[in-house]
């Protein structure tokens, strides 16, 4: 595989990895560990600036209720106020030695907002594979020692590569988007 194919793939893979991410943070009617999983605590008087995931073990209890054990307990009330503080709507609850963080369920009205919300990161992927798709074909149009044929042969396979990215790209919406209308 010709080495321009590969860095365009390897960039438009690492989107597809970022929006997976960035997906997940999308709050669906169940509780997942990922939804408090990278919320930045101030812990330690607040001298030291940890992800939730860094500081305690997260899990479902149920579909409904998420339990966070902290490894160091004494840091518990700072978890706590960490999460209440970025405001991502749970309230969390101490309950020594772990905090329980109930998840309502999601109103109509905030599940249409989650999809606009969902397509929008959808959308700046799409833009993003497709930033990498014009800066491979620059590098093509620049390149000298290529004759016409190769060329057109490396646009196609680019554009194929591009075409393959984006269908991922509509595969990952139409799951999260029925993942957020389950009730």
């Known amino acids: ?13 690492k989107v597809l990895d970022l929006l997976k991410t960035d997906l997940n943070t999308i709050r669906t009617g169940r509780a997942t560990p990922s939804l408090v999983d990278s919320i930045v605590v101030s812990v330690y008087g607040g001298s030291t600036r940890l992800k939730v995931m860094e500081l305690a073990t997260v899990t479902a209890q149920d579909n409904q209720t998420l339990l966070i054990t902290p490894f160091d307990a004494s840091i518990i009330e700072e978890i706590q106020k960490g999460i209440h503080e970025a405001n991502v709507g749970f309230n969390p609850v101490v309950d020594t030695p772990v905090i329980r963080i109930s998840i309502p369920p999601l109103s109509l009205e905030r599940r249409e907002e989650l999809i606009h919300l969902m397509r929008q990161k959808l959308e700046n992927g799409r833009i993003m594979v497709r930033q990498a798709r014009q800066d491979a074909m620059n590098e093509v149009k620049k ?21 393959e990215f984006m269908k991922h790209i509509e595969m990952l919406g139409e799951q999260k988007e029925k993942e957020l209308m389950q009730i």
């Open 1 to 13: 595989m010709d080495p321009l194919i590969q860095e365009t793939s390897s960039r438009m893979q």
């Open 143 to 163: 390149a000298d020692d290529l004759s016409e044929d190769d060329e057109m042969h490396l646009e196609k396979e680019i554009q194929r590569v591009t075409d």
